[in-house]
């Protein structure tokens, strides 16, 4: 583990919401006299048992009430921070969900300023750096995201790109493509979650409908050889989230996961954590664990190249980080690739 540490990677695909732990949840709740239906971190770690991506989403809204003022999305960001920098994260692509917390009577200024502050700090004390994601709930109404986009424009240079996430089945990309026009004529960059528990035509629709730059997941695509050699043809990046399809049973286990098929196809497949508080793991575990499906230490350093390749970043700062991959000894993830 502490041999994977040693690569330097982005995370690409990772929800500041999905990384509350339970005990930062219980701190900021009693700070901010908010009753949990849970006795203690031991009960509501139990809860973690999820059955798809909808028994997880319930949960996972319900843990992010107790988020009530600056404070508290500076604490969830900057104990993220330090827990990826600790793994050899060195730039994060970080997805927020601004209607989850509209929808609670919390500003967007307050989310936003808050994260921000957290983001600053760990560019300037823990060298990491980073971009904020903005991500549309995918299960509400175009009117709302347009409404949304609203108050992201606002915020234009704090954000480099806008997502879809949320309940994907019956709610196609295809339902926003007037707010990712919008967002792209206004200078966003575009992302989308597709092809996690929805159909392969979902990220085709990403594709040709919201131009997407990449999809997030979208391990689905690997029912379509035709959309596969597309996505190896356009070198379009997948973030998969191996303990996340796991513990949303995308797949049955980790051992029957298609990231290495995924990436022997040709594909730009990167590794990402999701949410890593109700998963069972940061980007580190999952590096770790696909480790085991037989990826020699070159190819777990492609992963992390394939994650700077993929990133927003600026050329100067990507040739940088590429070359610190460069720099890393290969003996010392030697132990990391063996199963
Ligand atoms: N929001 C947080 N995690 C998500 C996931 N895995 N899929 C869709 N929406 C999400
Ligand atoms: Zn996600």
Do not use: W
Not at 104 to 120: H, P, S, T
Request: some cysteine; glycine content about 6%.
């Amino acid at each position: 583990m502490t041999e994977i540490h040693a690569l330097p990677k982005a995370e690409l695909h990772v929800h500041i919401e999905g990384t509350f732990e339970p005990e930062l949840i219980f701190e900021i709740a009693a700070r901010n006299r908010v009753a949990l239906p849970y006795a203690n971190v031991e009960a509501l770690r139990a809860a973690y048992d999820f059955s798809d991506l909808q028994s997880f989403l319930g949960v996972y809204y319900a843990g992010m009430d107790v988020l009530r003022v600056e404070r508290d999305f500076y604490d969830l960001t900057i104990a993220y921070l330090r827990r990826a920098v600790a793994q050899g994260v060195r730039h994060a692509e970080i997805f927020f969900d601004p209607q989850a917390h509209l929808s609670r009577g919390i500003a967007f200024d307050v989310v936003v300023n808050g994260i921000r502050q957290a983001l600053r700090e760990g560019e300037r004390d823990l060298r990491v750096t980073s971009h904020l994601i903005l991500c549309f709930l995918r299960d509400l109404s175009e009117e709302s995201a347009m409404e949304t986009l609203d108050l992201a424009l606002r915020n234009r240079e704090k954000i480099v790109a806008v997502g879809l996430d949320s309940a994907e089945l019956g709610n196609p990309p295809s339902k926003f493509v007037r707010v990712f026009d919008r967002a792209r004529a206004e200078g966003f960059l575009t992302v989308a979650h597709a092809g996690e528990e929805g159909p392969p035509e979902y990220v085709a629709e990403a594709l040709d409908l919201l131009k997407v730059a990449r999809v997030d997941h979208g391990v689905r695509c690997m029912e379509d050889p035709a959309l596969v050699q597309r996505l190896v043809r356009e070198r379009v990046p997948l973030t998969v989230c191996p303990l996340s399809n796991v513990r949303l049973r995308v797949v049955r286990s980790l051992e029957e996961h298609p990231l290495k098929r995924m990436f022997d196809a040709g594909l730009l497949v990167t590794v990402n954590s999701d949410d890593p508080a109700y998963f069972g793991g940061y980007v580190g575990e999952n590096y770790a664990g696909v480790a085991a499906l037989g990826f020699t230490t070159e190819e777990l350093a492609t992963l992390a190249r394939h994650s700077f390749e993929a990133s927003f970043l600026e050329e100067p700062l990507r040739r940088r980080y590429l070359e610190e991959i460069a720099g890393v000894d290969g003996s010392e993830l030697q132990d990391a690739a063996l199963p």
